[in-house]
């Protein structure tokens, strides 16, 4: 029996099966979870220890958004098109319904109650809007699909004029992994910058950038900072209050604005224990993404002044991200906002957890900066073996294993660069799938001859 789901897009790295039989089946991308896993993934994150959680502060989000009876029941086509049925939150408060008839063809809204929107797209999903206005301290936000349409609607709002130059980290996920939209569909000009361990810019470097063209005809002109914060390819590294108030500072002398890519801004904000707002009030506009940590399906949005908001309104409708009935989606994403510091404050424990038993496992070949762990990714380095062998390994279970450690666990992980993994939790891996990732990883090393103790 599968008892947890697996999860195959890469910022959501870490996803585990364990069975009690080798050969059960894999969930592969893509494809629902047979009935008895869905249930068995219910187990999974009933004991995952949310209510055993700290609560280090209150955010004005109210709690429970379907407070006596469940007001949201999910399409029953969803099933067909949401390709990580785990990530729907199903937790013991019926927050969801998971559609009875996952995969079948049915009118998909004929038994929703929830608010879904009007067919004019500014009417859809206004009280995640206004909600997450509140709890980002900006006058308006706007629900997108994705985080990738968030940033280039930004950058889009910000740089008016074609040439326009923007800086940002050359590992940032806006200039690395988003099509180089900003370039290909707004006509701006990226000039990346090295990005630093801690995920900062150098702000020397920075400031000799920004000024190099002030009032030069020769240089294009700069508009526009992008920060990402958390910073996912240094492992969800936080970036300092302080850091943001000195590269907003330094834009504002040079008549440059600021975009905070926080697509991981909550995970931000709970390790740094403050509200998001006190993050937010060092940018002009941020980006905030559903579909990772906070476990909706879909959906992103972007945050900023009225003004702003009501340019960014206008670009998603040329993109085509004006959805009419988002309100489904908007309840999905609200659900993740109504438990995010717990389930995110979760994440990190476990994410901890996992570097220091990696760290305990003293393996020469599997290394942790426990000092980098600050969030909910652990970048392991690998030495004297390819990652994808590593991976390979994780995933596959064998009698041996089922002989040696009473189970077979599949862990699914893909390499991060040449000589390093990236694990990202999220809602639906739970403190115990934590502790049979460790031991599976064990079981592996010492496979390999690479456990110091083996
Ligand atoms: C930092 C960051 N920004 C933006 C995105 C893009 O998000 P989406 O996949 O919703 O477009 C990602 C996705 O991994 C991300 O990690």
Redesign the pocket.
Known sequence: MIIAAAVRS??SHIALTHSQAPGSALNTVGQGLPKAAHSAVEETEARGGRKACAKPHSWPISRRVHPAKPELQLPACLGTVLPEPALVPAGTESELQLPACRGRSRRPWSTAEVEVGEAVPTLAAPELQEKAATLLGVDRTLFVP???MA?LISVMCHCQRRGSQLLLGQES?LHVYEQGGVAQIAGVHSHPLPDLPHGTLDLLELERTVTRGLGSPYHPVCELICL?NTH?SSGGRVLPIDYLRQVRLLAQSCGVRVHL?G??LMNAAVALHVPPARIVEHCDSVSL?F?KGLGAPVG?LVGGPKDFIEGAWRLRKALGGGMRQAGVLAAAALVGLADVEEVLLRDHQNARRFAQGLQELASPICSVDLAAVETNMVMVTVDGLPPQELCRRLQAVSADEVAQTGRAVRVLLFPWTGRSVRAVWHRDVSARDTELALRKWGFVLKQLGALRTG
């Open positions: 890469k910022h994705t985080n990738t940033n996920h990402e996912s890519d697509a991981r993404c579909s992103a």
